[in-house]
């Protein structure tokens, strides 16, 4: 009764539901805001856009607890941090990873530390890191300098690192790609979805590989990654010492999972391909207007590699050459409120009429 009571005031989280294929044990402290076990949408008129019969599902990472992805490896290297007895975390950020390691190490009871690239970080993502209570530092310098000094700061032993270079977090995230398959009982054919630091490329893969191993699924999807025009080291194969995008979320120029990218576009016949920021920005409406589903800009760049796949003669991977009827999935993987302001930017001043029901209908015209 008494264990009863305490399993159901726990929700569950992707720890709970896939302990087997995760590195913890009866003993591990588990850190949870029952993220994951997140919406597969079918979209039908991404479909009907995409056309040869084939399904379009919407994996909506957006509505974690922190409103991204990055939840699903938070929880598992926050707990595996507490196992091994760290006080405080530590991570560099475009803005999402900050917001999901400040409510964990919260939720944990430890402090944590964020190093940001100044100016660069959305407005909504700002605000989660300090309500959570972390230690913001602002550093004058993109994101790959703050992750050279946060690997730094991470050999003095006083703190633990929870970038995705933390094999925790990708242990974590992979949780994804069983969800799917889970939910849809094989894996999909094409797998889309935004590239940054190249984690969550790396993720999946594994997931869906551990998968097929296991015999749960027949299948491996081909992962197709994309990456903004101006922050596209992998497709252009070199650093990129100042990239420059609207998606500042995949503002990244040396990507720590850059080989395990690579290997995972190549294994599973894949492709890496460049969106931008136009082609962001109208996906983003497009997929608010079309599906009600708002996502951040860096989450737009899969609806947007999408577009290009079946419309652009230039996609480095064309759907004319996919069988009819293939089934697709693009992850969405943030929440659209947590970067407002390009798009207050573009919304129209509210001039208030009179509060008659003639002077309302009036207005709305
Ligand atoms: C919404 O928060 O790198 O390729 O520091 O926030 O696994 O890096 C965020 C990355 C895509 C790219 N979409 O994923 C960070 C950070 C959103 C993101 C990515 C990020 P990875």
């Given at each position: 009764m008494h264990s009863a009571i305490a399993k159901s005031q726990r929700s569950r989280g992707v720890i709970d539901r896939y302990r087997e294929f995760l590195?913890?044990?009866?003993s591990t402290p588990i850190v949870s805001l029952g993220e994951g076990n997140t919406p597969l949408i079918y979209c039908q008129q991404l479909s009907k856009r995409v056309g040869r019969g084939c399904r379009v599902f919407v994996k909506n990472e957006g509505v974690n607890p922190t409103g991204s992805f990055k939840d699903r490896g938070m929880t598992v290297a926050v707990s595996k941090s507490l196992e091994r007895g760290a006080r405080a975390i530590i991570c560099a950020s475009t803005g999402n990873t900050s917001a999901s390691a400040s409510a964990y190490a919260a939720r944990g009871g430890i402090s944590c530390v964020v190093i940001l690239p100044v100016g660069k970080i959305a407005t909504g993502k700002l605000l989660q890191a300090f309500v959570y209570g972390a230690r913001i530092v602002a550093i004058d310098g993109n994101f790959d300098d703050a992750l050279r000094i946060v690997r730094e700061l991470g050999e003095s032993g006083d703190f633990a690192i929870v970038n995705s270079i933390n094999p925790d977090r990708i242990a974590g995230q992979k949780t994804a790609a069983f969800e799917i398959v889970d939910e849809t009982g094989d894996a999909p054919d094409l797998h889309l979805l935004p590239v940054g630091n190249a984690g969550n490329i790396t993720a999946y893969w594994a997931g869906y590989r551990e998968y097929r191993a296991r015999e749960r699924s027949t299948k491996l999807p081909a992962m197709i990654g994309f990456q903004a025009a101006g922050a596209a080291p992998i497709f252009y194969n070199q650093i990129i010492e100042k990239p420059e995008t609207i998606a500042s979320a995949i503002r990244i120029g040396n990507p720590a999972s850059w080989k395990q990218a690579c290997a995972a576009i190549a294994e599973s016949r894949g492709a890496i391909d460049v969106v931008s920021d136009e082609e962001i920005v109208a996906a983003q409406n497009w997929l608010a207007q079309h599906e009600g589903i708002f996502v951040e800009p860096a989450s737009a760049a899969s609806i947007a590699g999408l577009f290009k796949c079946c419309e652009?003669?230039?996609?480095?991977?064309?759907?004319?050459?996919i069988p009819e009827a293939s089934r697709i999935v693009c992850t969405v993987t943030g929440h659209g409120l947590k970067d407002p302001d390009a798009i207050i930017q573009r919304m129209e001043e509210l001039k208030p009429v009179a509060a008659t029901t003639n002077d309302v209908r009036r207005a709305i015209g």
């Open positions: 590195p913890v044990s009866a652009s003669h230039e996609a480095a991977y064309s759907f004319q050459k």
